[in-house]
């Protein structure tokens, strides 16, 4: 069974301070990862995904997230936050054999202060 | 390249009644996921296709819930009756293969 602990189910930073999305996981096989947003009024985006390798990845509009399998944890980071990252962030975990189905975190709203 | 298409993308219905969501996927793409998430819960798996057939269903909440996709193209879920727990944004992913899907913006469905 897999499963995915988001701290923090809202993280308020101020414009160009530091973005820190915390994102624990659990399972039984070699995971694939995954952070998703979702803006006020639309579907999920694909933010990132970890697979296989470098285990440093980065995504669009300046997110990047590590993999640490010691730690399982798959935290999201953003050196400057910007007002139009204020959304709601889900981390999500499938594996790779077998069922392919996503299990999310409960998701984290970011709040972005001028 | 069109999206995943869902709609309607706003539903009220009566509790009893019956509503019917539709879904889109990218043309090409084999796989079919349907996701609900209920207020303010995690977003939960329900089903998923490959082609027409049903890969796993094993996220359905009950058989008030019918998932079909005709000939691999387009899904429909249907709930019949509607209760008031199954209000929620209902989201349809598609992917070939490959690792992550492309998710449609949701259906928000609310039992009244």
């Known amino acids: 069974a897999q499963s995915v602990t988001q701290l923090g189910s809202h993280v308020s930073v101020s414009e160009g301070a530091l973005v820190l999305l915390r994102c624990n996981y659990s399972s039984s096989v070699p995971p694939y990862l995954f952070w998703y947003v979702q803006y006020p009024n639309q579907g999920l985006q694909l933010l990132l995904k970890?697979?296989?390798?470098?285990?440093l990845v980065k995504g669009i509009n300046g997110f990047e997230a590590e993999f640490k399998k010691s730690e399982t944890s798959f935290h999201l980071t953003k050196p400057s936050a910007h007002m139009s990252d204020a959304a709601e962030y889900f981390c999500a975990v499938s594996s790779y054999t077998g069922r392919r189905a996503l299990t999310f975190g409960s998701g984290t709203r970011l709040q972005v202060q001028p | 390249e069109a999206g995943v298409t869902q709609f309607p993308s706003h539903s009220v219905i009566e509790k009893g009644q019956t509503v019917t969501l539709r879904c889109d996927p990218i043309s090409g793409h084999d796989n079919l996921y349907w996701y609900r998430r209920v207020m303010g819960k995690e977003i939960k798996f329900l089903l998923h296709f490959v082609k027409e057939s049903k890969q796993d269903e094993s996220g359905m909440p009950n058989n008030r819930f019918l998932a079909e996709r005709t000939g691999g193209t387009y899904s429909t879920l249907k709930v019949q009756p509607a209760e008031l727990e199954d209000s929620g944004v209902y989201f349809c992913?598609?992917?070939?293969?490959?690792?992550?899907?492309?998710f449609g913006s949701g259906t928000r469905l609310t039992v009244v």
């Open positions: 992913a598609s992917s070939q293969g490959g690792v992550g899907y492309t």
């Open positions: 970890y697979t296989t390798g470098a285990t």
